[in-house]
């Protein structure tokens, strides 16, 4: 099998497939050869799991995966990339390639027909341009996954990680702290991709939840009131409640002191349990 972190290799491979990166799928290959190992030593899988990777590339990373667990499924949108994974991915006959966009894709259906009986792990260096996309997908439709172990760009791992109540946290941190426990892993430096990508990146783990780190009376209605109230940046809560929701800013106020929380407080500064609270207290009046 060739080395897969060589560039020299990559290049010769690449030109006899005719293929050639694209920026548009955000194409930055791991050439640095201690990285995938260490990915997928993070991903803690063994025998006995099955393993969905999303965005295979030319498979280096899939190569540790598939050393590693019973079964791997990599989800690759670029249909050039197959045939130049039959050869790299040879001899590995657990590891199946399924040519979707990983957005459209059914994902339960497909971790259904793959991975019956296995324990499944979500396993990536994902494309940048759809990061969120890809994890609220993962988290939102409650797929049978224990553990997602990814690499994203650094600033984004640092918002999807950032604890609920702190500063630095999005609606982003709270959507997945809901499902997940995530935790920032390791950094990874541009020099470590071909292409070098602008920016830095990280890898990042969530250990989705069993059930949810809080209970609500409505999963969708608690959503729009944190995308609401992070919805003007600077704005405290209330005001981007009330923009958001359409909803009166003394109504907003009242269920925020009936909450027992600050009128002035930045969305940021609520945990998701004093969303909860905000909710109960504003329930019925939101659309
Ligand atoms: N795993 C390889 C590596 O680490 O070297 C490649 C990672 S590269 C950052 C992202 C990969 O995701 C590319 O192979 C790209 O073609 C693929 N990709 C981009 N958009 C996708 C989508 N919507 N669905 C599935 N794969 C996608």
């Not at 991903?43 to 965005?55: F, K, R, T």
């Not at 969708?220 to 800013?249: D, H, M, P």
């Amino acid at each position: 099998m060739p080395t897969l972190t060589d560039i020299a290799v990559i290049r010769e491979l690449c030109a006899r497939h005719g293929f050639t990166l694209s920026k548009g799928f955000g194409q930055n290959f791991i050439v640095n050869p201690g990285i995938c190992p260490k990915i997928a030593e993070a991903a803690g899988i063994g025998p006995g799991w099955g393993v969905l990777e999303i965005g295979p590339g030319i498979g280096v990373l899939t190569k540790e995966l598939a050393l590693r667990a019973d079964k791997v499924v990599a989800v690759e949108v670029d249909a050039r990339l197959p045939a130049l994974l039959k050869e790299t991915l040879a001899g590995f006959s657990h590891v199946e390639i399924v040519l979707q966009d990983v957005l459209k894709a059914d994902l339960r259906a497909l971790i259904a027909e793959k991975f019956s009986g296995l324990r499944v792990a979500v396993c990536a260096n994902l494309p940048y341009y759809i990061t969120s996309p890809i994890l609220m997908r993962l988290l939102e439709e409650k797929l049978p996954v224990e553990q997602i172990t990814v690499m994203v760009q650094k600033e984004a791992a640092q918002r999807i990680t950032a604890a609920p109540g702190t500063r630095g946290a999005g609606a982003i941190s709270y959507a997945v702290a809901y499902y997940a426990a995530p935790r920032l892993l390791f950094t990874v430096q541009p020099g470590s991709f071909y292409p070098p990508p602008k920016v830095t990146s990280a890898v990042i783990q969530l250990a989705v939840r069993p059930a949810a780190a809080v209970d609500t009376p409505d999963e969708a209605e608690y959503f729009r009131l944190v995308r609401a109230a992070f919805g003007q940046r600077r704005k405290t809560a209330a005001n981007s409640i009330s923009a958001g929701l359409g909803l009166a800013k003394g109504r907003v106020s009242a269920a925020l002191a009936a909450a027992g929380l600050p009128p002035a407080a930045r969305p940021e500064q609520l945990t998701l349990q004093d969303f909860c609270a905000l909710q109960r207290a504003l329930r019925g009046e939101m659309v």
